[in-house]
């Protein structure tokens, strides 16, 4: 298989190194949880690395609050996990990216004790705020978008994960941020212990159908464990239910499927990703191949479409998702490793135990 | 996967709609064909013979009467087309040409006893070493044959693509479609609104390595039924159902693959009853080829101007055409091709 011909132009912030400190006050995050987040943002927004960065929309530190465009932000200090009971001050940070056309708000709020382990996340086109008809929030309550789609529950320690078990055991942690020079593609990639225990990703899709005026695909994807989290399958394709999508042809309310049993928003629309496959049930692909091609000798790469299934808010294809591959479950290097096996010029990664992405061509990659 | 309307790859050239009908005499009796199926393969070997740019040629053929030599002393006369049960017994076969393709395949009128010509041995060669020989018992043969059609299977790969092994009338529409080029043809033989004979041979495209032989090709059909559709996902993703060709690893299977989700089993056309919300189309998911095959195992490729379409419960939806005021593309089965935009026959 020869290596991909990348669609897109992409920047890098990656290797970051946050050591492990271990737990703090329980309904808050671990120290080194709250630096990585505080990092994470800083770098979204940082205009020096990325040509098209997010920007501040509104901020809590859990002393402040507006949506002023004011980032308070400054310091993993300003990162404060809360009991949630619209009583108790907590920090929250609303993002917008103009080359995705959306708005995301990270909410920190939690009904357990995990010690940062559970994040909050909505994406929205329209915007949060009573600018846009939503609401502005306070220390004690988040904002609101009149479309806002829930990709992560902080109030379900599954659905929440972002950063392995929901504890306070000690974790270094190593992020990367790769984005497209076009704003239109963002993945943030969190590592422990050589494990890919946190995911996001935002694209406006390759290819997408016409007439899809909001075309996004987003997940961010965690699971409380400390194990990959696509040997979880999230992109082996045995989960569907924690892949959203904008959706602008409204369909209604719909139940939501057992991976959202606690979000209720009719506004998400399920996508599930697609590669090729074959055979009885058509269950043989990338999971099923345990040799290298035959012909070229090296690992074979899978592409992935998204798809919104048909009792779901659509139905039909919503473009192919852009410089994201699967790989042969058993061939093809581990978590860390890159392609070509020169590396000296390692143009791809094996981000988690299934997945591809694009690297800087030059970089060893750190994930541990 | 495309998101509009397809964008052919290949300029294709028509001899479609065709009704084949005949007696149901069987001059040999039961082993050998009726008029009917004697008439359809006449049909299907003059059609590959009579497109205007880069034909077939038959290059020998045995005449049951007329004997064994260069050429088509077969003709459109039914009566030189007879099948036997031995194949050392006379009985009638012919070599086709596909120049462009740099292959030939071998028909030989063989089947098992009482089979009424519903099955037969066919094998391909490169032209390299081409078929070579044969007389009236003996069909041609080739250093380099691969067989892909057994006359004592009665399983998938011994049925041509003409129906139940009896003689009971049938009445046929062929289509016969072919690229200017000369990479591709495709052979739909349907019966009662169902596409039971499905044929192709076809130029592997955007490969994946490099193939000394990039060619997939067919001539099955899913069962000897009347009634069994040959152009299902179950027909040509979820099992066997094409053949490579690789001189030294024997036979070599591809499955004609589709974009699905392993978890929930399904083909993206299979799982689709709707049309796209946003664009108002079907999905017509690309095929792509991958064998299981030792030695061969992987994706190798994928097939122009075919795409899978809408399972619409799961059935096949033949006479299907996209869009319906232009008729660009046809569906058989589950699988769509380019069409001539003419209303088209099934039944």
């Known amino acids: 298989m020869p290596l991909p011909t990348l669609v897109k132009t992409y920047e890098f912030d990656i290797n970051n190194i946050v050591p492990g400190v271990g737990s703090g006050a329980q309904y808050d995050g671990t120290p080194e949880r709250k630096q990585m987040l505080y990092e994470i943002v800083t770098a979204m927004i940082n205009g020096g690395t990325f040509t098209v960065p997010w920007t501040v929309v509104g901020s809590s530190d859990s002393v402040n609050s507006s949506m002023d465009g004011t980032n308070r932000w400054l310091s993993s200090a300003n990162v404060v996990w809360a009991q949630r009971n619209d009583t108790n001050p907590h920090s929250w940070i609303v993002l917008a990216n103009a080359g995705l056309g959306i708005q995301l708000l990270i909410n920190l709020e939690t009904n357990a004790q995990v010690e940062g382990g559970a994040i909050g996340m909505w994406v929205s086109k329209t915007g949060f705020g009573v600018a846009n008809g939503g609401t502005d929030g306070s220390i004690t309550v988040q904002p609101t978008a009149v479309d806002q789609a829930e990709i992560r529950n902080e109030f379900d320690n599954n659905d929440g994960s972002w950063s392995g078990v929901t504890n306070g055991t000690a974790r270094q942690f190593v992020w990367h941020i790769i984005a497209s020079d076009d704003g239109e593609v963002w993945n943030v990639a969190i590592h422990h212990n050589n494990a890919l225990v946190g995911c996001w990703r935002f694209e406006v899709p390759e290819n997408y159908p016409a007439n899809w005026s909001s075309p996004l695909v987003c997940f961010a994807f965690g699971h409380n464990s400390d194990s990959d989290v696509d040997t979880n399958g999230f992109l082996g394709m045995s989960n569907d239910g924690q892949i959203a999508a904008i959706d602008d042809v409204r369909r209604g309310s719909r139940a939501g499927q057992s991976n959202f049993g606690s979000l209720n928003n009719s506004q998400r629309t399920p996508v599930r990703p697609f590669t090729w496959g074959w055979g009885a049930s058509f269950n043989m692909g990338h999971g099923q191949l345990t040799t290298v091609h035959p012909l070229t000798g090296n690992p074979m790469l899978f592409p992935i479409w998204w798809w919104t299934p048909a009792d779901g808010m659509g139905d039909g294809r919503l473009g192919r998702a852009n410089d994201l591959w699967l790989k042969q479950s058993t061939v093809g290097g581990s978590v860390g490793d890159t392609y070509p096996s020169n590396p000296a010029t390692p143009q791809f990664i094996v981000i988690g135990s299934n997945l591809i992405l694009p690297w800087d061509g030059a970089t060893a990659p750190i994930t541990s | ?347």
């Open chain 2, 1 to 347: 996967m495309s998101n509009t309307t397809p964008v052919l790859q290949r300029t294709w050239q028509f001899n479609v709609n065709n009704v084949v009908t005949g007696s149901t005499t069987q001059p040999g009796g039961a082993t050998d064909a009726p008029g009917f199926r004697r008439q359809l393969l006449i049909d299907i070997k003059e059609a590959l013979k009579g497109f205007a740019s880069n034909p077939w040629t038959v290059t020998l053929s045995n005449g049951y009467n007329a004997g064994a030599g260069a050429g088509d002393n077969i003709g459109t006369d039914i009566d030189e087309l007879r099948w036997a049960n031995s194949r050392s017994a006379q009985r009638s076969w012919f070599v086709m040409r596909n120049a462009v393709l740099g292959l030939e395949y071998c028909f030989d009128c063989y089947n098992s006893t009482n089979r009424d010509g519903a099955m037969a041995d066919v094998f391909v060669a490169p032209v390299t070493d081409p078929f070579a020989g044969g007389s009236a018992t003996a069909r041609p043969t080739s250093a380099s044959e691969q067989e892909i059609l057994n006359g004592d299977n009665t399983g998938n790969f011994g049925s041509w693509g003409s129906g139940a092994d009896n003689a009971t009338s049938k009445a046929y529409i062929l289509h016969v479609m072919h690229s200017s080029d000369g990479l591709a043809t495709r052979v739909v033989v349907c019966l009662g609104g169902q596409a039971i004979g499905w044929w192709f041979f076809e130029q592997i495209e955007d490969e994946i390595g490099s193939h000394t032989y990039p060619w997939v090709f067919r001539v099955r059909a899913e069962a000897l039924s009347d009634t069994a559709d040959s152009m299902l996902y179950s027909s040509n993703c979820q099992g066997n159902r094409a053949r490579g060709y690789d001189n030294g690893l024997g036979a070599i299977n591809y499955y004609l693959a589709t974009p699905c989700n392993d978890w929930q089993n399904t083909a993206i056309g299979n799982d689709t009853t709707l049309k796209n919300p946003y664009d108002g189309r079907f999905a017509l998911p690309e095929v792509a080829l991958a064998s299981d095959s030792t030695g061969w195992i992987g994706m190798h490729g994928v097939m122009y101007d075919l795409w899978y379409g809408p399972g619409l419960g799961g059935a096949g939806h033949t006479g299907k055409v996209y869009p319906a005021s232009s008729r660009d593309f046809i569906q058989f089965g589950n699988l769509v091709l380019p069409w001539d935009g003419s209303i088209p026959l099934v039944n």
